[in-house]
């Protein structure tokens, strides 16, 4: 099978610099950076810089930006393309900027943002059109397939998009009212790409937690990349098993040992980061993920849930 890109997904609050590079390391072809705010790039707010930070070795990453403005999106997606802003730090210059239009979270929904904008297959348009003259990177879009079962419209906005300079979609078999549950629908996958033209890829999104989903998704999809999210919380080997897939050959789980390792790996990497402090306080959630299904995880969580230094994450994970 010819080579698909692996994508790591946008996640809030998870896809940040270290755990990009740990899923980059693990198989990942490219990546997309925590959903970045329009709105507050252009009032200059110094925090939203380190979301937009690419690390060295994080070669092949997106930036992801929400809002629903089309003059601001253009405006900050200027900044970020460019690194124009206080706290920009790019080891490599982004590779594309990627347009928000599937998050489903009331916070952003209610401000008209994320898949907010799917209910406006015009404005969706508009935006794309106000970024793509703002950069000279590509802009690609990710979507959801509608609103509501009532709503689906994942081809409309595709093409909306596409329309006006988008150079990839990447869709969510979800629609918003649905959230995460229950099943993605490869079906909308398949019409998004039976309805664009073929040289603009689509990109499969939604319920991939093994090899077999990724050939499932291509096979009943055609879809031209394949982008995991959840899944690679705790388990960032899904790359390496959907590449073994794809390629044909069978794949070694890691052992527990070397999950345990890894989730270590990634906590020091994230207290470098962030400093002690707030680096374990957000990492311990982050390592829980590792430890699902393990013996004595019940236990792991829960000193987990108390550690304040690195030296107690390393005692609980034995590393």
Request: hydrophobic residues 45%; contains cysteine; proline residues 5%.
């Amino acid at each position: 099978m010819e080579h698909l890109p692996l994508i790591l997904a946008p996640m809030a609050g998870f896809t940040d610099a270290p755990f990009r590079l740990l899923c980059r390391r693990l198989g990942a072809d490219r990546t997309v950076t925590e959903m970045v705010s329009a709105q507050a790039m252009v009032y200059k707010d110094r925090k939203t810089a380190a979301l937009a930070k690419i690390p060295e070795g994080d070669d092949h990453c997106t930036i992801q930006l929400f809002g629903h403005d089309p003059v601001v999106m253009g405006e900050a997606a200027a900044m970020l393309a460019l690194g124009d802003y206080v706290g920009a730090s790019y080891a490599h210059p982004p590779m594309a900027i990627d347009i928000n239009m599937g998050c489903p979270v009331r916070k952003i929904v209610t401000a008209g943002d994320g898949s907010a904008l799917m209910q406006n297959p015009a404005l969706c348009g508009q935006i794309v059109a106000a970024v793509v003259r703002a950069v000279r990177i590509p802009v690609t879009v990710k979507i959801r397939a509608g609103w509501d079962k009532e709503h689906i419209n994942a081809e409309a906005v595709a093409a909306a998009c596409v329309e006006n300079g988008a150079a990839q979609i990447a869709v969510h078999g979800r629609t918003r009212s649905q959230m995460y549950a229950p099943s993605s629908d490869n079906g909308v996958i398949r019409s998004v790409r039976h309805a664009l033209p073929t040289d603009v890829p689509v990109i499969g999104n939604g319920d991939i937690r093994s090899g077999a989903d990724v050939l499932a998704m291509v096979e009943e999809t055609g879809c031209n990349g394949i982008m995991i999210g959840r899944e690679a919380l705790g388990n960032p080997w899904i790359f390496a098993a959907a590449r073994a897939a794809l390629a044909g050959i069978s794949f070694a789980p890691p052992t527990e040992e070397e999950v345990l390792r890894t989730a270590m790996e990634l906590v020091t990497a994230i207290v470098q980061d962030k400093g002690e402090e707030a680096g374990v306080r957000e990492s311990r959630g982050r390592a829980a993920h590792f430890i699902r299904g393990m013996r004595g995880s019940a236990r792991m969580r829960e000193g987990l849930n108390r550690a304040l230094t690195l030296s107690q994450v390393q005692e609980i994970l034995q590393f």
